[in-house]
């Protein structure tokens, strides 16, 4: 298998968690967002929607979009899973991760925030503050869903890592790049910490990537 990301691209770290997590072995191919190697021809004939990750399996086969890649890595590797044996607890599971995947994460990526700056002239200040809020209101949904929860355990659902936790560590990770508040979220700074201390997340992380840069 082959990964194509970028370091501070929260998606393929989502990708690089669930990898890490079912053990599998993959190559690693850089695509500098910021130098717009995205948009050259031969990665848009990789994936036409020019954005990271793409993952591309022995057969050739490549995938896009997280969710849909650890979903493909579920059903074609599937231990250790990263859902639940039951219709309901994968559900919920989907759940989590959407709340981040579909709520948290869109309104706050790259091409947001440089829409912003450079297209509707909003300075650094006006776009970390635009940053906080969707943080802050998306992660006060998800402590919702979590806290007291009777199925959360030492993780999202239950005491193993599944998808939701996969989507989870990026996006603390980001929300404390951008200096968000997260002591009102407790259950969520728990997991993340349990996840951190994951032999497996060793070598995961943005700045353990070859690509890293300040």
Known sequence: ???????????????????????LDYE???VHLRRKEH??????ALNPQGLV??????????????LAIVEYLEETRPEPPLLPGDAAGRARVRALASAIACEIHPV?????LLYLTREMGVDDEAKNVWYRHWVDEGLTGLESMLAGHPATGRFCHGDRPTLADA?????????????????????????NEEMLALPALAGTAPGDQPDSEA
């Open 39 to 44: 948009r050259s021809d031969d990665y848009l």
């Open 167 to 191: 989507f989870l560590v990026p996006q603390i990770f980001n929300a404390e790049r951008f200096g968000c508040d997260l002591d009102k979220f407790p259950t969520v700074r728990r997991i």
């Open 108 to 112: 706050n990526n790259l091409r947001v």
């Open 28 to 30: 690693m191919d850089f």
């Open 53 to 66: 990750p793409t993952l591309v399996d022995d057969d050739g086969t490549a995938l896009t979009q997280s």
């Open 1 to 23: 298998m082959k990964l194509y990301s970028y370091f501070r691209s929260s998606a393929a770290y989502r990708v690089r968690i669930a990898l890490a997590l079912k053990g």
